[in-house]
């Protein structure tokens, strides 16, 4: 069963949806639990609803519980609900989700819920309904190999190879010679390169490997350049292969980039640029990802020149300014350029807006932040930069009015809305309105003590109040 998105869910459904979700932002968290429950029980594959619950749940939940108390508590009130969940996960899951839900609804940060959950929902074809409880798994468990697996796995069936990729980095720093982490990184990187070169397609449509992989060496070379990190050796054996079919084969785009991409791991940098820069020359080779490549690559090549300067050198300090200079010269320039290019790429709209934002070219970030807004993957970070641009400019009514849009659209508790929370209550103070800061702060305070400097602003204004 996949899941669905929104405009897949029935016009009934969807209204109860978006009931559950106004509902959360009401802080109605029972009467909004309970309706988008039982959404899910009626459409299981609703993702957004699965979100919004957990959302609830977690805002729910707040601080009350934590540390050995939570454990104890949660535990024990958890048991018989997981109990009958393991009962029902081979012959039903979609039963087995629904019972973990429950559980989860009393304590949504139950290990064992969101394990089971996360199996069931692997067991029902709801990858990303694993995935979210398996996340939340391994950000509470970050060390705990058998998690990472799961996820990683998730990820690869769901077809989120760069994130499984992820993961897998991820554990090969704390276990680099892992041959189980190896060939499973093998196997996700070989896949994602299958799907971008279209391997799948023509296993689809009748063909086979053999029509795109002409002979043994170039298998070779295939699971050589899929290899995350490349020795020196292996890396020049690539481009001389490479280099040698690009002869043959003049106009290959992918081969071009591969070669820029290998010379670019050796850190020749020149070269590299030299090849992507033979792609851009191409006729109709007009792609806003190559030229970010481009820009990214003479990023690296600034940031190598300045590990190569002499530390001990009486003038280090200097160049280091002048190197660094230089480089937010050009990044803000090749930015600029790229927006102008692709006028309608809302996401270079978002990070030009960054650019003028660190540089203090405030007008100019407005401007770029309200056009990026219109992005739903940058909305919320682009409502939050006019907030501090706002603020900025000390027009603090204006950035309490962002940040407060901002914060209407997050649902979920997490490091985002803190910082949210945090800059609106810093606002308030500018506007000296201690009373509205404080409760923001306090929001904070209930669910995470050490977040930057709430508990001593908390801790003041109760000392301030007797």
Not at 130 to 157: C, F, H, V, Y
Not at 278 to 302: H, Y
Not at 354 to 381: C, V
Request: net charge neutral; glycine share 6%.
């Amino acid at each position: 069963m996949p899941e669905k998105p929104l405009n897949a869910i029935s016009r009934p459904q969807r209204d109860l949806y978006e009931k559950g979700v106004s509902a959360i932002t009401r802080n109605n968290l029972d009467y909004a639990i309970t309706i988008l429950g039982g959404v899910l029980k009626i459409e299981p594959g609703f993702f957004e609803a699965r979100q919004a619950l957990r959302a609830a749940q977690v805002k729910k939940a707040g601080a009350a519980q934590t540390g050995f108390f939570k454990k104890m508590l949660g535990g024990a009130a958890s048991q018989p609900g997981l109990t009958k969940a393991q009962m029902m996960l081979k012959k039903n899951p979609l039963e087995a989700i629904e019972a973990a839900e429950e559980v989860l609804n009393g304590d949504p940060m139950s290990t064992g819920a969101h394990k089971l959950l996360a199996d069931a929902a692997l067991e029902a074809g709801l990858f990303k309904t694993a995935i979210l409880s398996l996340q939340i798994l391994s950000k509470n468990n970050p060390k705990d190999r058998e998690i990472a697996m799961e996820l990683g796995d998730a990820l690869t069936r769901a077809g989120q190879n760069e994130e499984a990729v992820k993961v897998y980095n991820d554990m090969l720093r704390v276990r680099p010679n892992d041959p189980e982490i190896l060939q499973l990184m093998k196997n996700v990187t070989a896949r994602h390169t299958l799907n971008e070169g279209g391997y799948e397609e023509v296993a689809e449509s009748g063909g086979s490997y053999r029509d795109l992989l002409k002979d043994k060496e170039e298998a070779v070379s295939l699971e050589q350049g899929n290899r995350i990190v490349k020795s020196d050796d292996v890396a020049q054996d690539l481009i001389n292969q490479y280099e040698a079919r690009l002869k043959a084969e003049p106009n290959n785009l992918k081969l071009l980039r591969n070669i820029a991409e290998t010379y670019a791991q050796k850190k020749d940098f020149d070269r590299a640029l030299s090849y992507f820069e033979r792609i851009r020359a191409t006729e109709g080779a007009t792609d806003p990802s190559l030229e970010k490549v481009i820009a990214d690559t003479n990023l690296k090549k600034f940031d190598h020149l300045r590990s190569q300067l002499d530390t001990g050198a009486a003038d280090y300090d200097q160049q280091v300014a002048a190197l660094d200079a230089q480089r937010a010269v050009f990044q803000l320039e090749a930015v600029r350029q790229r927006a102008e290019k692709y006028p309608t790429d809302l996401q270079i709209r978002f990070e030009l807006g960054q650019l003028y934002f660190q540089t203090g070219k405030i007008s100019e970030a407005i401007q770029e932040f309200q056009k990026a807004q219109n992005n739903p993957q940058r909305r919320l970070s682009a409502i939050m930069y006019l907030g501090r641009c706002f603020a900025k400019r000390g027009m603090n009514d204006l950035a309490a009015r962002k940040i407060q849009e901002a914060l209407k659209e997050k649902l979920n508790f997490d490091d985002e809305k803190k910082e949210m929370l945090y800059e609106l209550g810093c606002v308030f103070e500018k506007m000296n309105k201690p009373d509205e800061a404080i409760e923001h702060f306090k929001q904070i305070y209930e669910a995470d003590i050490g977040y930057r400097d709430v508990a001593a602003k908390v801790d003041a204004y109760y000392a301030a109040k007797g």
